[in-house]
């Protein structure tokens, strides 16, 4: 039964050609939960936050976001019933401002309402502001994002995604390439989300001390399986994950 949880993922496989990138992998989250999901590079974990959004479709399996069995779904269509995702790769608006970017990802993220004369409008206006607000870059907002430094660049896409006010926000990488003060910034932002704004997380990370501090529990995959699933305190001292994962790193 789906009661309790925002999102199941059922048996979830993946194929390209011969290569199962996931594979029959089956796992939940709670609505207010913050779930951290690790393992080695080509693990499969951008491959299933691809299936979950949309960006492509599930081989076998499904996945059920609030209600609704999403596998077929469109992106849009899965943006548009509340999820928010970030990309590993630095996707913004280079030309845009932070304000602009942030009110087109609010706009077109929303499910409309089409008022074609207007180029924005007052609750893309409102929402652009929330998430400038919750990432802290109101003083950045008229600058261009081809301007800014990497911590608020890593924080603008962050931002991006919660701007159409999602009730499940994806985050791929949200710390990859910061040093450990830029990371303690951003630990502050999503703490805040988290525990102020009740964002249900997925998180996908490399930095583990980051994501273990972060998360109440902790999904590790290798070749697209689950090779761990437990509180994020256990972690640490699960035999296989520190030869196969941590020992290796
Ligand atoms: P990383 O930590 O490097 O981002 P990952 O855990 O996110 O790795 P994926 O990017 O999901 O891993 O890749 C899983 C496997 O699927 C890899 O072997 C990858 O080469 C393969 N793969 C991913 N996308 C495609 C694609 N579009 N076509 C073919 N193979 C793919």
Not at 102 to 127: H, M, N, V
Not at 230 to 243: F, K
Request: hydrophobic share 40%; with cysteine.
């Amino acid at each position: 039964s789906n009661v309790g949880r925002i999102l199941s993922v059922e048996g979830l496989t993946k194929r390209y050609g011969a290569m199962a990138a996931v594979s029959d992998l089956t796992f939940a989250v709670r609505p207010g939960e913050v779930l951290g999901i690790g393992g080695p590079n080509g693990a499969g974990k951008t491959t299933l936050f691809d299936t979950i959004s949309g960006v492509s479709r599930p081989t076998a399996g499904r996945v059920v976001f609030d209600g609704h069995d999403i596998s077929s779904h469109s992106a849009p269509q899965i943006c548009h019933l509340g999820i928010g995702r970030t990309f590993q790769l630095n996707a913004v608006f280079e030309t845009m401002t932070v304000r602009e970017n942030l009110q087109s990802c609010a706009y077109f993220g929303t499910r409309k309402r089409i008022i074609p004369w207007l180029r924005f409008d007052r609750q893309a206006e409102e929402q652009a502001d929330e998430a400038m607000e919750v990432t802290g870059l109101q003083d950045l907002a008229e600058t261009r994002a081809s301007k800014l430094p990497i911590l608020q660049r890593k924080l603008l896409m962050t931002a991006c995604a919660i701007a159409s006010r999602p009730k499940l926000l994806l985050l791929d990488e949200p710390v990859g390439g910061l040093n450990a003060n830029e990371i303690d910034l951003c630990a502050k932002v999503f703490r805040r989300l988290r525990d102020f704004h009740g964002m249900t997380i997925v998180l996908i990370e490399h930095i583990m001390s980051f994501m273990v501090a972060l998360s109440d529990n902790i999904l590790i995959l290798h070749h697209g399986r689950k090779l761990y699933e437990g509180p994020a305190t256990g972690l640490a001292e699960d035999r296989e994950v520190v030869e196969v994962y941590l020992g290796a790193a």
